[in-house]
T-cell receptor, first 114, second 114 residues
Framework: DAGITQSPRYKITETGRQVTLMCHQT?????MFWYRQDLGHGLRLIYY???????DKGEVPDGYVVSRSKTENFPLTLESATRSQTSVYFC?????????????FGDGTRLSIL | GENVEQHPSTLSVQEGDSAVIKCTYS??????FPWYKQELGKRPQLIID?????GEKKDQRIAVTLNKTAKHFSLHITETQPEDSAVYFC?????????????FGSGTQLTVLP
């Protein structure tokens, strides 16, 4: 599944700083998603996008901003990082059409906010 | 919105025994139910999925059963092996909707003891 890549893999920053996590996919999938993974909570959806220039909130969007100017890229920005945003972030993508919607995940970004 | 509960949170079995993980969902409109396996430090990967018009699906040693009336579905792993040790996540989605969001359970840590 090398078709979806996240960068950086690890990031340490301080509270109040802005940080952007990158996600790039080469499959031309219409849908892209950002999740955060915390112990005891599984995967929680932050934002998703159905196509370029179309984004929508998920379960936990507060404190995050996304954009999707190109189909292949879906960056996630923490405008003013807080310690509660320390987490592992996963980007995923899936095709449009049909009932089957397997989501393909990137390797994740481990973000620590001090 | 959809709520998915997953049990147990941890499960230990002897190698060769079977393992069963159960999930319940709240939204009767959900009609797509994938299962993901996540090894330590790795990305979640789809292992099997099922549509609501199918009661059971098998793929070698893994199977998923769905009871739409009771709104629960289960993952069955037979003849467990040490490499089955991982965190397993269930998820549910309304595949007929445009959002294609997955709601995940909180995960089950499966340990297969040699």
């Amino acid at each position: 599944d090398a078709g979806i890549t996240q960068s950086p893999r690890y990031k340490i920053t301080e509270t109040g700083r802005q940080v952007t996590l990158m996600c790039h996919q080469t499959w031309s999938h219409s849908y892209m998603f950002w999740y955060r993974q915390d112990l005891g909570h599984g995967l929680r959806l932050i934002y998703y996008s159905a196509a370029a220039d179309i984004t929508d909130k998920g379960e936990v969007p507060d404190g995050y901003v996304v954009s999707r100017s190109k189909t292949e890229n879906f960056p996630l920005t923490l405008e003013s990082a807080t310690r509660s945003q320390t987490s592992v972030y996963f980007c995923a993508s899936s095709e449009s059409g049909g009932w089957r919607q397997p989501q393909h995940f990137g390797d994740g970004t481990r973000l620590s906010i001090l | 919105g959809e709520n998915v509960e997953q049990h147990p949170s941890t499960l230990s079995v002897q190698e060769g025994d079977s393992a069963v993980i159960k999930c319940t969902y709240s939204d009767s409109a959900s009609n797509y139910f994938p299962w993901y396996k996540q090894e330590l430090g790795k990305r979640p990967q789809l292992i099997i999925d099922i549509r609501s018009n199918v009661g059971e699906k098998k793929d070698q040693r893994i199977a998923v059963t769905l009871n739409k009336t009771a709104k629960h579905f289960s993952l069955h792993i037979t003849e467990t092996q040490p490499e089955d040790s991982a965190v397993y996540f269930c998820a549910a989605s309304d595949a007929s909707g445009s959002a294609r969001q997955l709601t995940f359970g909180s995960g089950t840590q499966l340990t297969v003891l040699p």
